[in-house]
């Protein structure tokens, strides 16, 4: 059986991304069985490169879907051009995914500082952050990082593998700037927020801390993650909703 169509069968079943690895495990035997003798490190060199030849096949206009690196893994997902149609017929089969303002706040300062401790967040956002932080472990948007080498020694906080999914992220390094994430935040959430609501999260909101202040909590107001909630189901672009 050719490698070509094993390959694009499973990355289209694969619930999550799936990696290298476990493609070749998958397949090796196949491949074995069509070309006896053939090296294992071959093996993996024709996986490559059939793979390249997918995702090179899928990035054409002809598709609206197409095969790309998440997570550490590969997974078919639906074009940025396909964003809207796609969200629209998402949200009609599911309950959205929520999430409060201040949750989406504390998590932007997580993403662009990690990894950051709480008191170093609630700094930056002039708020107690803890209360939130335990949404968002609940959520699995982010984990723990060990725990920073100073007095008291607070845990350090990361996003997780779950985040690259949600938002469709081969890894952090793909996070957009700070302009690009608060205008993708606004789109993606100014129409499900009430009108007292309608201010997206400010770059400026999320600077660098300049010394070791930031490891004492601020105690001003602090945060309640009983606010109206915001859908975050799509946030991701490109939208992940996979054609059945």
Do not use: W
Request: proline share 7%.
């Amino acid at each position: 059986m050719s490698l070509r169509p094993q390959l694009e069968a499973i990355i289209y079943a694969a619930e999550t991304p799936i990696s290298l690895d476990q493609i070749h495990s998958l397949v090796k035997e196949s491949v074995l069985a069509e070309t006896p003798g053939i090296d294992p490190a071959e093996i993996k060199s024709r996986i490559r490169a059939t793979l390249e030849e997918l995702i090179a096949e899928y990035s054409g206009s002809n598709h609206g879907i197409e095969i790309r690196q998440v997570a550490g893994g590969y997974r078919m997902s639906t074009k940025p051009d396909q964003h809207d149609v796609v969200r629209a017929f998402a949200k009609s089969l599911k309950p959205p995914f929520r999430l409060s303002l201040p949750a989406l706040e504390t998590l932007a300062v997580i993403a662009y500082k990690q990894p950051v401790t709480v008191p170093e967040i609630s700094e930056i956002r002039g708020v107690d952050s803890g209360g939130v932080i335990a949404t968002l472990l609940d959520r699995k948007l982010i984990t723990t990082a060990g725990r920073k080498a100073v007095i008291g020694r607070p845990i350090l906080y990361k996003t997780s593998k779950d985040f690259l999914l949600r938002f469709g992220l081969k890894d952090i390094n793909e996070l957009p700037s700070m302009e690009e994430f608060e205008k993708l935040l606004a789109e993606s959430f100014q129409s499900d927020l009430l009108p007292s609501e309608g201010a997206p999260v400010e770059a400026s909101s999320i600077s660098p801390s300049t010394d070791d202040s930031s490891e004492t909590a601020s105690t001003a107001e602090s945060d309640d993650d009983t606010d109206p909630a915001v859908a975050t189901e799509e946030t991701k672009t490109p939208a992940s909703a996979k054609p059945e």
